[in-house]
């Protein structure tokens, strides 16, 4: 299947500070890439649509200005999460379609494990 | 939310055959059938899809139901490493996002 990274793997942050997490899709092109957010025990939760060259399209309930998203290339996106909060530390995960597929295949990065002090 | 209903959690000895079933009884005419699967603290990992026809690959098959109400993922021969939750999904692809229900706890005993 696809390839698709996240950097960093993890990451501490002071409180007040933003974190930026990327995602690449390392072997395809995609317009179209997603983020998550996953808590403990819990299942994953969309959180946006990061659409190449346009804006991001945000689930109900996230903050835009909290969540910024980012989709400058084919094949990055940024998630930045701004003035971080303890309960902002989550399982951040992203997925890309892959457009080589027949019907465009979702496929995940690893995960960001982000927690804040 | 989810339009899958799918056990909270199932065990299956090694070795053995694990037969994961998913009821989508509101599944529409253009929506597919996918699996997928997140070993703890991954990414979510891509097994499987189909539409109407039964599907195998080198990871899984999938059968499902002539009245695509439902399916049944199954690993022909689950070792420890298939420990994980597995997640049936329906959704038509393209200008569909993917919603995750709660999944199947899949423990594979030795």
């Known amino acids: 299947g696809a390839v698709v990274s996240q950097h960093p793997s993890w990451v501490i942050c002071k409180s007040g500070t933003s974190v930026k997490i990327e995602c690449r899709s390392l072997?395809?092109?995609?317009?179209?890439m997603f983020w998550y957010r996953q808590f403990p025990k819990k299942s994953l939760m969309l959180m946006a649509t990061?659409?190449?060259?346009?804006?991001?399209?945000?689930e109900q309930g996230v903050e835009k200005d909290k969540f910024l998203i980012n989709h400058a290339s084919l094949t990055l996106s940024t998630l930045t999460v701004t003035s971080a909060h303890p309960e902002d530390s989550s399982f951040y995960i992203c997925?890309?379609?892959?457009?080589?597929?027949?019907?465009?295949?979702?496929?995940f990065g690893p995960g960001t494990r982000l927690t804040v002090l | 939310d989810a339009k899958t209903t799918q056990p909270t959690s199932m065990d299956c000895a090694e070795g053995r055959a694990a037969n994961l079933p998913c009821n989508h009884s509101t599944i529409s005419g253009n929506e597919y059938v996918y699996w997928y699967r997140q070993i703890h603290s991954q990414g979510p990992q891509y097994i499987i899809h189909?539409?109407?026809n039964n599907e195998t690959n080198e990871m899984a098959s999938l059968i499902i139901t002539e009245d695509r109400k439902s399916s049944t993922l199954i690993l022909p021969h689950a070792t420890l490493r298939d420990t994980a939750v597995y997640y049936c999904i329906v959704f038509m692809n393209r200008d569909d996002k993917i919603i995750f229900g709660k999944g199947t706890r899949l423990h594979i005993l030795p």
């Open positions: 997925s890309a379609r892959d457009p080589r597929t027949s019907i465009d295949t979702q496929y």
């Open positions: 072997d395809f092109q995609a317009t179209t």
């Open positions: 189909g539409l109407k």
């Open positions: 990061s659409n190449e060259g346009s804006k991001a399209t945000y």
